[in-house]
T-cell receptor, first 112, second 117 residues
Framework: DQQVKQNSPSLSVQEGRISILNCDYTNSMFDYFLWYKKYPAEGPTFLIS?????DKNEDGRFTVFLNKSAKHLSLHIVPSQPGDSAVYFCAARAYNFNKFYFGSGTKLNVKP | DSGVTQTPKHLITATGQRVTLRCSPR?????VYWYQQSLDQGLQFLIQ???????AKGNILERFSAQQFPDLHSELNLSSLELGDSALYFC????????????????FGPGTRLTVL
């Protein structure tokens, strides 16, 4: 049962443009959402998070948007840089279940 | 460097064998999580320990078990290995339990790549 879905396995963007990565979830009990970046042969690295009481959180070039009614979150990277090329995972937590659920990842390629 | 260490980095073994993967959490973190990532798949949550006690279970097979020791390091034991167990196994740690107002973040180790031949 895939409770967190990333329907785009890959995304290609030109350097300097905006990258938008999407994530959908099904469990209305999720209260905390995170994005991780993963380079080959490394573990995922925490990028940015958002609590369900907010609809936007910004950290430098990275902004996460949460639309609770649509059960949708997105990660915006502006401007995109070649070093951003990696696999991005979204994750969600249901505090009462004390578990984190991860999407299958989106591979971002930022072309110079 | 996340501060989470995992050993070994690579492990090659045969079907039917048993292996142990080790994880040392970041200093001060009490929670340890184990995940499995098979080829082209997302991260599948296996199990979580908090301060030595099992707190949450995911899609962990009965052939797999884990424990967290008093010094907070954790081991994941995989037995009667099958070809399908070949995967990357990640350990993550966080400060504490996920509570209603918690914004606890997990930090991941570099992973152990298990190959079952």
């Amino acid at each position: 049962d895939q409770q967190v879905k990333q329907n785009s396995p890959s995304l290609s963007v030109q350097e300097g443009r905006i990258s938008i990565l999407n994530c959908d979830y099904t469990n209305s009990m999720f209260d905390y959402f995170l994005w991780y970046k993963k380079y080959p042969a490394e573990g995922p690295t925490f990028l940015i998070s958002i609590s369900s009481i907010k609809d936007k959180n910004e950290d430098g070039r990275f902004t996460v948007f949460l639309n609770k009614s649509a059960k949708h979150l997105s990660l915006h990277i502006v401007p995109s840089q070649p070093g951003d090329s990696a696999v991005y995972f979204c994750a969600a937590r249901a505090y009462n279940f004390n578990k984190f659920y991860f999407g299958s990842g989106t591979k971002l390629n930022v072309k110079p | 460097d996340s501060g989470v260490t995992q050993t070994p980095k690579h492990l090659i073994t045969a079907t039917g064998q048993r292996v142990t993967l080790r994880c040392s959490p970041r200093s001060g973190d009490l929670s340890v999580y184990w995940y499995q990532q098979s080829l082209d798949q997302g991260l599948q949550f296996l199990i979580q320990y908090y301060n030595g006690e099992e707190r949450a279970k995911g899609n962990i097979l009965e052939r797999f078990s884990a424990q967290q020791f008093p010094d907070l390091h954790s081991e994941l034991n995989l037995s009667s290995l099958e070809l399908g167990d070949s995967a990357l196994y990640f350990c993550a740690s966080s400060v504490g339990l996920a509570g209603p107002s918690s914004t606890d973040t997990q930090y991941f180790g570099p992973g152990t790549r298990l190959t079952v031949l």
